[in-house]
């Protein structure tokens, strides 16, 4: 949201929409030092809670060097060193979102370091999977790291971006999955829509991407209207879009929605 105007929290809210939850993410740019990501957990913990507050909608975030920026290790390393200084933040949720964007080999080693992480501080993790034709290759590199790490529970871990050819392999594996809803990439509502009547019952929900390129931070209303047109009770959305991130979320200590 950091990238969005205050009249997008307006929308939301008018949505109906009762808390947002930011990742750490690329900027669009690749930035130059770890003091400019102190700078962005300092905007993501302290700045942005204070804009949605006016809109009287909660915001938590999540904190890390995003996969994208992952290649320069010495950076990673510095950035990585940052972090716990803003776990403690009442708005912070856990580590995320991390994972793999090109899936090599700075990304993994760099990722195993942010899964070390939020296992020696009992955090969430949220995943990024990679885009396009690298996202079952990378998305079993990510299970299989997670896995191989026995302090890792895998109903803490959010698998973000499933699509039709893996969401199967995450929920079978025990973690959750996110489907997000992007006008260009990622998933539109009528595939999201399908997935969850494959997967119903399933560890599932959604999230709309909020970022700089164009996205549509009102894509999860828009979609429970296109579930209602296609036969979908209120309980079922309601559980799909509140009850299951808030039984996800509702892990961290931080994590809570006024009545």
Known sequence: MVSRTTDDYQAMVLAGCRAVCEPAFWAGFDRA??????DYFAQLTEHEPARAAKYLLPHFSWLCINPKESENLVLADEVLSIIP???????????GEIGLNRNSRNEVAVFEKHVDLAARHSQLILIHT??????RKGT?????????DTRIDPGRVLVDHVEEHTVGMVLDAGFWGGITLYP?????????????????GSNLWMNCACDWGHSDPLAVPKTCLEMRRRGHGAESIDRLVFQ?????LGQS???????
């Open 33 to 38: 030092s770890a003091e400019g990501f102190r």
């Open 184 to 200: 260009e990439s990622k998933c539109t509502p009528a595939r999201a829509i399908d997935m969850i009547e494959r997967h119903s």
């Open 244 to 248: 299951n991130p808030s039984r996800f």
């Open 140 to 148: 079993r590199i990510i299970l299989d790291v997670l896995k191989n």
């Open 253 to 259: 200590p931080h994590f809570s929605v006024p009545a």
């Open 130 to 135: 990679p885009h396009l034709e690298d996202k």
């Open 85 to 95: 200084e803003f776990l403690g933040r009442p708005n912070v949720l856990g580590i």
